[in-house]
């Protein structure tokens, strides 16, 4: 004998909780082979009326069968818009993430946003606008949907919604600019949702908050500095952002220099981390060295003066900085692991290794060595490559990762390496497989070594006495441990 379906979901009308439990994963395994199509036709109401059960469980499994449409099935059902967007008043996350997943996958199509929009949806999020946390995921939702085309864009921006969006940036209620600035860095990933933002002027308001409130201890406006700060510092990562035509428009690196001469050290650090993020791009390292500001300068002469809090914000925006020589790029002519390795080394790095990590010069690659050796001499020498190598080898010590990371980017340069020579502290510290005893900081020593061996084949500063021992312990893996460290270590227990 056999039960219908229709007899199961039936029993999703009992009060037994442990019940609709079991029937909602047995449901979920019949109903996986079922298209959108199928259900539609012969369950529209038992999914009508799944998405108002009052367990979650029952809305995700309504959900689930939802998520199958296809636009190529025909027209989306418009019974089903009201009650999924009502889904975005649940406490459930599964159910809210669920609920904007079938919906930014329906409104794919022109014909299926415009009905998301019919008029009794519009009734439907009335409502929801009015609380605070919601409104904000109705608003991230729909920019979930612009950014699936210009034309969405168009059409969440003729119904208004994105215009909504936008004027939270002038709220009286910083909370709710603060929670704007999440959607905003979403929106910004298209080429239209940025230009967009500008055409509504969203940035300005933000740009008048944290150039003003530098000193402020309220602790709304520094979470709204600190987070504004970081998603500016974001939009070097966007190809489509003219970076330098952003900053001179909005005098960014202007307010940053003032956010570097705040007492506030929370502020304080966003700004160096802002500063490093913007740096780490090649075009931004370079648009931040030309600047009149001489934000490199105040960079190294912060950290010279940093107390211990401020030194790892200092820390991680040098590596960032240091890392800008690390962009790759396809050379013109082919490189083969015979030209750069030797035969022995050669067979601890195949070449299609070699190809993934070995940094190509490019155009800007003399210029970013020449402005990071510049930016290090700048750096006062106790607190440099010595200090570094100190904090490297504590495992322990909050700034270990950060120095390891550093050095690293730093054995990119051809004066970085020279740098390291000639410090008798990092020679040490880099020939003493014992140095490190974390898992973590074992990884990152043998990353350093390896990075160390492939570039000063292509520039060389060692000598192959160096390059022998490099070859060797990258040969021997990041936890080898010589014989005699290891019986030191069994005689000291």
Request: charge should be negative.
């Given at each position: 004998?056999?039960?219908?379906?229709?007899?199961?979901?039936?029993?999703?009308?009992?009060?037994?909780?442990?019940?609709?439990?079991?029937?909602?994963?047995?449901?979920?395994?019949?109903?996986?082979?079922?298209?959108?199509?199928?259900?539609?036709?012969?369950?529209?109401?038992?999914?009508?009326?799944?998405?108002?059960?009052?367990?979650?469980?029952?809305?995700?499994?309504?959900?689930?069968?939802?998520?199958?449409?296809?636009s190529?099935?025909?027209?989306?059902?418009?019974?089903?818009?009201p009650?999924?967007?009502?889904?975005?008043?649940?406490?459930?996350?599964?159910?809210v993430?669920?609920?904007?997943?079938?919906l930014?996958?329906?409104?794919?199509?022109?014909?299926?946003?415009?009905?998301?929009?019919?008029?009794?949806?519009?009734?439907?999020?009335?409502?929801?606008?009015?609380?605070?946390?919601?409104?904000?995921?109705?608003?991230?939702?729909?920019?979930?949907?612009?950014?699936?085309?210009?034309e969405?864009?168009?059409?969440?921006?003729?119904?208004?919604?994105?215009?909504?969006?936008?004027?939270e940036?002038?709220?009286?209620?910083?909370?709710?600019?603060?929670?704007?600035?999440?959607?905003?860095?979403?929106?910004?990933?298209?080429?239209?949702?940025?230009?967009?933002?500008?055409?509504?002027?969203?940035?300005s308001?933000?740009?008048?908050?944290?150039?003003?409130?530098?000193?402020?201890?309220?602790?709304?406006?520094?979470?709204?500095?600190?987070?504004?700060?970081?998603?500016?510092?974001?939009?070097?990562?966007?190809?489509?952002?003219?970076?330098?035509?952003?900053?001179?428009?909005?005098?960014?690196?202007?307010?940053?220099?003032?956010?570097?001469?705040?007492d506030?050290?929370?502020?304080?650090?966003?700004?160096?981390?802002?500063?490093?993020?913007?740096?780490?791009?090649?075009?931004?390292?370079?648009?931040?060295?030309?600047?009149?500001?001489?934000?490199?300068?105040?960079?190294?002469?912060?950290?010279?003066?940093?107390?211990?809090?401020?030194?790892l914000?200092?820390?991680?925006?040098?590596?960032?900085?240091?890392?800008?020589?690390?962009?790759?790029?396809?050379?013109?002519?082919?490189?083969?692991?015979?030209?750069?390795l030797?035969?022995?080394?050669?067979?601890?790095f195949?070449?299609?290794?070699?190809?993934?990590?070995?940094?190509?010069?490019?155009?800007?690659?003399?210029?970013?060595?020449?402005?990071?050796?510049?930016?290090?001499?700048?750096?006062?020498?106790?607190?440099?490559?010595?200090?570094?190598?100190?904090?490297?080898?504590?495992?322990?010590?909050?700034?270990?990762?950060?120095?390891l990371?550093?050095?690293?980017?730093?054995?990119?340069?051809?004066?970085?390496?020279?740098?390291?020579?000639?410090n008798?502290?990092?020679?040490?510290?880099?020939?003493?497989?014992?140095?490190?005893?974390?898992?973590?900081r074992?990884?990152?020593?043998?990353?350093?070594?390896?990075?160390?061996?492939?570039?000063?084949?292509?520039?060389?500063?060692?000598?192959?006495?160096?390059?022998?021992?490099?070859?060797?312990?990258?040969?021997?893996?990041?936890?080898?441990?010589?014989?005699?460290?290891?019986?030191?270590?069994?005689?000291?227990?």
């Open positions: 004998m056999s039960i219908p379906l229709t007899g199961f979901f039936a029993l999703l009308s009992s009060p037994s909780n442990p019940l609709i439990e079991g029937v909602t994963k047995i449901l979920h395994y019949l109903l996986r082979p079922e298209s959108y199509h199928a259900l539609d036709k012969d369950f529209s109401d038992y999914l009508t009326e799944g998405l108002q059960h009052p367990n979650p469980s029952v809305q995700l499994l309504a959900l689930e069968q939802l998520r199958k449409y296809k190529s099935e025909g027209p989306f059902g418009g019974k089903y818009i009650w999924i967007l009502l889904l975005l008043s649940s406490q459930n996350v599964d159910v993430r669920a609920s904007e997943d079938v930014v996958n329906v409104a794919q199509t022109p014909d299926n946003l415009h009905l998301v929009f019919a008029t009794e949806n519009q009734e439907a999020m009335a409502p929801m606008m009015k609380d605070s946390t919601i409104r904000f995921r109705v608003y991230d939702l729909f920019v979930g949907i612009s950014l699936a085309s210009p969405a864009l168009e059409i969440c921006s003729h119904y208004g919604i994105l215009g909504e969006l936008c004027a940036a002038q709220s009286p209620d910083l909370l709710r600019r603060l929670s704007a600035l999440d959607i905003y860095q979403k929106l910004a990933h298209s080429p239209e949702g940025f230009a967009y933002m500008q055409s509504k002027f969203v940035f308001p933000y740009l008048d908050l944290m150039s003003k409130e530098t000193e402020s201890s309220d602790i709304q406006i520094t979470l709204v500095s600190c987070s504004t700060i970081e998603f500016f510092a974001k939009f070097i990562d966007y190809q489509h952002v003219d970076f330098a035509e952003f900053q001179a428009e909005t005098l960014l690196f202007d307010v940053m220099g003032k956010l570097l001469n705040s506030n050290s929370d502020i304080k650090s966003s700004a160096v981390m802002a500063l490093g993020h913007i740096g780490s791009q090649p075009r931004g390292l370079s648009l931040v060295a030309q600047h009149p500001s001489h934000l490199l300068d105040r960079l190294a002469e912060e950290y010279n003066d940093a107390w211990q809090k401020y030194t914000a200092c820390l991680q925006a040098i590596a960032l900085i240091f890392e800008a020589g690390r962009v790759l790029a396809r050379s013109s002519r082919q490189i083969t692991g015979s030209q750069i030797t035969n022995w080394s050669s067979e601890i195949p070449e299609h290794f070699l190809v993934a990590i070995f940094p190509i010069r490019n155009d800007n690659s003399l210029e970013i060595a020449q402005i990071t050796e510049q930016f290090y001499s700048r750096i006062d020498k106790s607190r440099a490559l010595g200090e570094w190598v100190k904090y490297a080898k504590q495992d322990t010590a909050d700034a270990s990762p950060f120095c990371r550093l050095l690293t980017a730093m054995a990119g340069y051809t004066w970085g390496r020279k740098e390291m020579l000639a008798h502290l990092f020679m040490a510290y880099l020939f003493n497989r014992s140095a490190n005893r974390a898992h973590d074992k990884v990152q020593k043998h990353q350093l070594v390896e990075r160390l061996y492939m570039m000063d084949h292509a520039h060389p500063v060692f000598d192959e006495n160096v390059h022998q021992v490099l070859a060797r312990y990258i040969k021997d893996g990041a936890f080898y441990i010589p014989a005699e460290a290891a019986v030191a270590s069994q005689s000291s227990q």
